[in-house]
């Protein structure tokens, strides 16, 4: 995830939209089955109203639902299609799942009070809800399965779509988690096998330590939240943690523990498809590490030892330069001058590889299905993780891989990738516009085209050379290819853990152009996914409905959260409060939630 330069884009992406002379329009929602949506009802802050403020800990409740936008900077509505409009397709986009080991040694969470220092984004290094994510994907699961059929036509939901960062550090025992939640098999919450074991429970070092103060005690035991309350026998040596103190946050004692306990996931009921993330391809989401720092990190996650953080004379700069540089002896030198403690070892957290991410796929049971979720054998043999898979009769789906192998949270798309897309669209249009502006005809059958991705165009910045497709293209030169095919109207994609939806017209007027939709995440505010209806308007136009579901967990949060929706409550409330996050940046404005999207119907 990458936010500060996100923020300056939609500040761009709103004044060219108020320059279009467009001004998206509330109406009442036509909807055959509201129940189960933002439509109905929305989740919020019911108390004190500055979230992030100190002292401001607020609790969740429901709120009035959302309305229905209409957007028409492709194409205009015209009036009566309601009435007439036939549904193509529809299926429900889920993204940033983030399935996190909260217990593993490779995973950096001293890295946070660090954040903007140096420009360094690490907002997300550590979060106070991380231990909970399986019970937020079983909540998301329950919900989805919930919702009686596509909330605006009432056609089937035919399937759900993961558009990547589906686990967190790269980590065997996240993967895992991530198909079995999906699947409806069992979800090792506890990945220590001796309950919660991490930075936020009581036993950062024993008080009586006596090569530790309790000033190097309390200066680590602060910047995590603590769920139980300062031991008694702590009394007057450890102070509450920061988040306490500073935001007041409450206690739940025993969460840690009801939050590693392991379940069996109630699984979809309706097939299911993949895409990868950089956090499902890069080490902590920003790494390609080869050599001695892989197996250095390897034995990190694995190992016995957890660093609790950055000894005093180390600053993160140079941290991330010792990680980005392969500097095994820079990093064991860090390793041997920070605070530890002893953890217990677990091989299930082995760092997996590419052919993992496609093999473990490809194991995954034949129901829900389908077999492999989109990859294939062809995927493990060379390693290229995009694909094709059908959407609808006329609706085909293509799932691309953004991510850049040369390190960095953002991504991009490399040429081979580009020229094996165009391959593709080709095949499934009868004409298109080449290099020099011409029509060209093709004699092939038409079908509309849905592109899934994990990064969005504002996040597709990152050209560093990819060793497994060295020439990257910019968001322009991507946007250039995808306007010379008429039937691309539609790109679902998510990363930047908000609500968003953009409009790309055609600037010399050739194509009718495409919509890109972006998704919140389940890890942080307001862990929300999305159905999407494809219907045809029978006037010329089209129709992309994009419609907003909380996971099934309520608002409140119950005293002793101990079941998996009771423990999916207090994350989402946790994410609500979190002070380095803005709510109504996360949450978007209301023509980038519940939304009905016009475009020219382009054969």
């Known amino acids: 995830m990458r936010r500060i330069q996100f923020l ?17 329009a509330p109406v009442v929602p036509v909807a055959r089955f509201p129940q189960g949506t933002t439509l109905e009802k929305s989740i919020g802050l019911v108390g004190a109203p500055n979230q992030g403020l100190k002292g401001s800990y607020s ?63 690490l907002v997300d290094a550590f979060r106070c809800q991380e231990q909970l994510s399986t019970y937020v994907a079983e909540s998301m699961v329950q919900r989805v399965n919930s919702l009686q059929a ?64 309790d000033s190097e005690r309390n200066a680590i035991y602060g910047q995590y939240w603590h769920p139980n309350p300062v031991p008694a026998a702590w009394t007057g040596r450890i102070e509450p943690d920061m988040f306490k103190m500073d935001y007041g946050y409450p206690q739940y004692p025993g969460l840690l523990d009801a939050g590693s306990v392991n379940f069996v996931a109630t699984g979809l009921r309706m097939p299911w ?38 000894p005093p004379s180390v600053s993160p700069a140079e941290f991330y330069q010792c990680v980005e540089t392969t500097d095994v002896q820079c990093i064991e030198k860090i390793v041997t001058e920070s605070p530890k403690r002893e953890v217990p070892a677990a091989a299930a957290r082995k760092i997996h590889s590419r052919q993992d991410f496609v093999q473990m796929h490809l194991a995954s049971p034949p129901f829900p299905g389908p077999v492999g979720h989109g990859f294939s054998r062809d995927n493990l043999l060379s390693g290229k993780l ?76 990152n050209l560093a050379p990819d060793p497994l497709d060295p020439v990257r293209l910019n968001p322009s030169e991507v946007k250039d290819l995808l306007h010379r095919y008429p039937n691309m109207i539609l790109w679902v994609n998510g990363h930047s853990h ?33 159905t999407v209806e494809i219907v045809d308007n029978m006037d010329g136009t089209l129709s992309v409905f994009g419609i907003l579901i909380d996971h099934m967990a309520p608002p409140a949060t119950e005293a002793n959260p ?13 994410s609500a409060n979190d002070p380095l996050f803005s709510i109504p940046f996360q949450i978007g404005q209301p023509s980038d939630r519940n939304v009905e999207l016009l475009v020219k119907k382009p054969f």
């Open 498 to 530: 908000v609500n968003r939806v953009w409009s790309h017209s055609d600037p010399r007027g050739r194509t009718a152009g495409f919509w890109e939709v972006n998704t919140a995440s389940h890890i942080d505010f307001p862990q929300q996914s999305r």
């Open 386 to 461: 995009y694909y094709t898979f059908p959407i609808a009769q006329g609706v085909l789906g293509i799932m691309l891989d953004t991510c850049n192998q040369a390190g960095g949270a953002d991504g991009s798309l490399g040429m081979i990738q580009a020229e094996w897309l165009e391959q593709r669209l080709r095949e499934n249009s009868s004409r298109y516009l080449d290099g020099a502006g011409r029509w060209v005809r093709t004699g092939k059958p038409d079908q509309l085209i849905v592109l899934f991705s994990h990064h969005n165009l504002l996040t597709m910045e």
């Open 562 to 574: 101990r079941s998996p929706l009771a423990l999916a409550s207090v994350s989402r409330e946790l």
């Open 150 to 213: 596509a909330p605006i036509t009432g056609a089937p939901l035919t399937f759900a779509v993961s558009t990547g960062d589906n686990g967190d550090g790269n980590q065997l025992n996240e993967l895992q988690n991530y198909l079995n939640v999906l699947d409806g098999l069992l979800v090792t919450a506890n990945s220590s096998g001796q309950g919660y074991v991490g930075c936020q429970d009581d036993a950062v070092f024993a008080p009586g330590d006596p090569n530790v103060s």
């Open 8 to 24: 300056a884009f939609v500040v761009v992406g709103t004044a060219v939209l108020g320059c279009a002379g467009t001004s998206p």
């Open 59 to 121: 609790r969740l409740g429901h709120l009035p639902g959302w309305p229905l936008i209409v957007r028409e900077e492709l194409e205009q509505a015209r009036p009566g299609r309601e009435v007439r409009r036939k549904t193509l397709a529809a299926f429900v986009h889920l993204t940033d799942i983030h399935i996190i080991d909260g217990q593993s040694p490779a995973r950096a969470p001293y890295l946070r009070k660090f954040n903007g220092m140096g420009g360094l984004d």
């Open 273 to 310: 498809y993949s895409g990868n993330g950089n956090h499902d391809v890069l080490i902590q989401g920003n790494f390609d590490l080869e050599g001695g720092t892989l197996e250095f990190m390897d034995l990190l996650a694995e190992g016995p030892m957890m660093i609790m953080d950055l």
